[in-house]
């Protein structure tokens, strides 16, 4: 009897002692907690060591509801996304304080460097300050600024290249001369390029070219509608309409409609997809659109800004080339997308 009371104790002491045992595991869990938190940051501070590499851009262009500037943004958010960065896109609307406002929010929000097409390319300038200020990175596209001492690369079209394209394309087509009107948007040096192109070239005529009517626009289509419905009342009979980008041109092209004018024509720079359609057409107004590469230069963009970035060799200048689409070669190229 003695010896099973004996066993019994051992039994219970070996109960106790595991339980113990167990307690102590338990105790000392925090110690345990404790590594594996370390452990924790090590894998929180290797994430942030491959995110290191990666960087927010910001993308400010003109107008959001312009189909080229639609295109450009799609190009550029691939090559982005492929390099696991990310773009914050605002759309000012043509609205230069909605721009710079847009511009003060992306810099609070921590973007690394900006894509910018400036309405106004003078009232650009203090949000160019602000950008500077804060050590973001300045890639202009499409349209200078005024003050391109701000800027660490530009990328866009050759302009004036452009109008000069329109202009001898325009010569030929009439080389008996004529009158000419000019819808432009001066706040935009890219218009501007484009239409001193133009006048540079028809001035170089043996048939003189006269310009009749020029009317400032901000590039839009509804303004440079009321614009061109207001230069054929006072010019019914004139020979051509230069326009600074297709929205112009197909603005131009409504108010002809809308005047019974089917002997007036249109030139235009971009190599939109409606435009070359309208090219397509035999009874069209449109004569010819100087076409530009949305495509080629939101690429260009992205990888000039990643070498800004990095600290790598990069252009500071990129001029992408341009050409002619009339109704002679449009077939060539199709109207189903952007160059």
Known sequence: MM?????????????????????????????????????????????????????????????????YFITLEEAAQQIVEKEECTMLVKDPASDADTQAE????????????????????????????????????IINIDSQVKDTDYIDAYVGSDNTEAGKLCGNDLIEKYPDGGTVAILEATTQNSVNDRITGFEQ??????????????????????????????????????TAIMCGNDQMAVAAKTALNLANNDQTVVYSVDGSPDIKKELMKADSQIAGTVAQSPINIGKKAVDIALNVLDGKDFEAETAIDVFMINKDNVEMYGADGWQ
């Open 3 to 67: 010896k099973k009371r004996m066993l019994g104790v051992i039994a219970v002491l070996l109960v106790c002692i595991f339980a113990l045992s167990a307690c102590k595991k338990e105790a000392g869990k925090p110690v345990d907690n404790a590594v594996s938190e370390n452990t924790t940051d090590d894998s929180e501070d290797t994430d942030q060591t491959e995110d290191a590499g990666k960087y927010k851009f910001g993308f400010s262009v003109i107008d959001m509801q312009n189909p």
């Open 102 to 137: 847009q511009i003060r929010e992306m810099i609070n929000e921590g973007i690394n460097a900006i894509f910018l097409c400036p309405v106004d390319w003078e009232k650009i300038t203090p949000s160019l300050q602000a950008l500077q200020d804060a050590g973001v990175k």
């Open 201 to 238: 070239a028809v001035a170089k005529a043996e048939k003189g070219f006269e310009v009749v009517a020029r009317e400032d626009t901000n590039g839009t289509f509804d303004s440079a509608l009321e614009a061109a419905k207001k230069i054929l009342e006072e010019q019914p009979d004139v």
